[in-house]
């Protein structure tokens, strides 16, 4: 029997003092900072595939995401893109980078049609500069968002290879994971080879892992993202 990935409709448009209310950066920002935030901000919308900016470029302006994925590489020497990381909504891009206004240090591009809040650099600055509140705010924001990559580091450094996976897919099902009657549905479409990139191994390992969850009715792929049909032997591999 086939099992069919649903398809999930588009977020709605949510108002941005939410978006920054959602998101790790501005979540501790007092109201009234996160409303003169709010009236500077523009929202700007991104195909499949565009980039939002590449390395080297002019860290400006500050770009959240309100819905979403992107995908923030960098290419090596030999012309092979190395994975970062994969943010999704509520998540800053590029944030240090406008902070230390110094050009981005990697390159980012839309995994799936994305909706972006942009602040402009010169007037996040202007309101640094006469708010100590948001300057607090944001050191909190940042603190807790280096805890959270550290965390992530931690579990996808450590561990067997199909460990490493199944911790990855599980992290995205709780971020980004619809449940639906067949299982919890990722709307993330990545490649084997961008799978590989993110828990550090070879492309033709995570063709062998997967292919193997497929049989075992694990995890179900195509072209729209991940299935996962059983979570609780995925966290069983993931505790092992």
């Known amino acids: 029997m086939t099992t069919v990935i649903p398809v999930i409709a588009p977020t709605e448009a949510v108002p941005v003092d939410d ?10 920002l007092s109201p009234d900072d996160r409303r003169r935030l709010a009236a500077v901000a523009a929202v700007r ?10 390395e080297g470029d002019g ?19 030999r ?16 944030a240090v980078a406008v902070y230390e206004s110094r050009p981005y240090p990697a390159s980012a591009v839309a995994l799936e049609p994305v909706t972006c809040l942009l602040i402009p650099r010169q007037a996040f600055f202007a309101m640094l500069d006469s708010s100590p509140s948001m300057v607090r705010g944001l ?14 580091l931690a579990e996808l450094s450590t561990g067997r290879i199909d460990t490493r996976l199944a911790r990855f897919l ?21 490649t084997r080879q961008e799978l590989a990139d993110m828990i550090g191994t070879t492309i033709e390992t995570t063709i062998r892992i997967m292919s193997r969850w497929g049989k075992q009715g694990l995890v179900c792929t195509d072209k729209r993202g991940f299935l996962i049909t059983d979570r609780s032997a995925l966290e069983a591999i993931a505790l092992s």
């Open 170 to 190: 599980l992290r995205l099902a709780d971020t980004t994971g619809r449940q639906t009657p067949e299982g919890i549905f990722i709307p993330l479409a990545l």
């Open 19 to 28: 978006i920054l209310r959602r998101t790790t950066l501005f979540r501790r």
């Open 139 to 152: 050191l909190t924001g940042l603190t807790h968002r280096l805890v959270e990559l550290t965390n992530r």
């Open 59 to 77: 860290s400006d302006p500050l770009y959240t995401i309100v819905a979403g994925r992107v995908k923030v590489f960098k290419t090596t020497a």
């Open 45 to 54: 919308g991104f195909e499949k595939g565009e980039y939002l900016f590449s």
């Open 79 to 94: 012309g092979t893109d190395v994975i970062l990381e994969i943010f999704g909504p509520g998540d800053s891009v590029g």
